[in-house]
């Protein structure tokens, strides 16, 4: 007995091409959308309030327990070499090159894009939505567009915490824990992190997690059914597709930059 028809193959298909059409057209609003959204600076500096600010303890906290665990595993690695003095080094290039751009996005999926799929999940369901275009208010410049670029810039200002933040969580368990000299954490530090090839490579990481995963929460509550069922299930769609598109975004990044 056949499960599946091959019409029902090309519908879901055409299904399929559709939503990416849609989507690929929503975000050239978007990013059309750059000029008139930083007019109204208020809106956008809102939004980096709400999502940067009541981000920044989950953040703050996670990169200093991530700095702990790097500074215990590296030193007992490195140890086995006799370069256990190199260890501010490994914590420096581990979170701004890899860490700090991903843990950050995928905390930033969990706290900041959940609340914006619900956000604007609920207005659609409230009919908020409809009710300002029939007062020929576009919703997308004036909802989504500031929540997106507010977005864009908080999640490096974010990463840049998380690594700060870690960067001293390694500190205070290699030097004040461990006992590992601190002028050769330092010096190996400053002398092996390249600010153009390791910070800059690590920022435009966070920028482009910045734009996948606030377009990713933006469309999804967008889109969502206006039902409470509708917006939960957008919410948990967002964490999902976030946090996919970031790590699939992570190896195609990094395999570019040290290509290069």
Do not use: C
């Not at 809106?43 to 790097?70: E, K, P």
């Not at 601190?182 to 010096?187: A, H, V």
């Not at 769609?237 to 290069?260: G, K, P, Q, Y």
């Amino acid at each position: 007995m056949t499960w599946w028809r091959p019409s029902d193959v090309g519908y879901a298909s055409r299904r399929k091409l559709a939503d990416a059409g849609h989507a690929a057209r929503l975000l050239a609003r978007l990013l059309s959308q750059v000029g008139p959204s930083f007019a109204r600076g208020r809106l956008v500096l809102d939004q980096v309030h709400f999502l940067g600010n009541y981000s920044l303890a989950i953040v703050g906290v996670s990169g200093l327990f991530v700095g702990f665990v790097l500074a215990l595993q590296g030193y007992y690695t490195l140890q086995r070499y006799g370069s256990a003095e190199a260890l501010g080094l490994l914590v420096a290039l581990s979170l701004v090159r890899e860490l700090g751009p991903v843990v950050t996005a995928l905390l930033f999926a969990g706290r900041a894009g959940t609340s914006l799929t619900a956000e604007i999940g609920l207005m659609k369901a409230g009919e908020q939505l409809s009710a300002m275009e029939m007062m020929a208010v576009d919703p997308v410049q004036r909802i989504l567009a500031p929540r997106f670029w507010g977005g864009v810039i908080a999640l490096p200002l974010l990463t840049g915490v998380f690594s700060a933040v870690g960067i001293i969580g390694g500190w205070i368990v290699g030097v004040l824990l461990i006992g590992v000299d601190p002028g050769s954490f330092w010096s190996q530090m400053q002398g092996g992190v390249d600010v153009f090839k390791d910070v800059g490579n690590g920022f435009i990481k966070s920028l482009v997690f910045g734009v996948a995963v606030t377009f990713i929460a933006v469309l999804q509550g967008y889109e969502a059914k206006p039902t409470p069922e509708g917006v939960a299930r957008a919410t948990t769609r967002t964490v999902v597709m976030a946090s996919l598109a970031v790590l699939a975004l992570d190896f195609m990044l990094t395999a570019l930059m040290f290509s290069i």
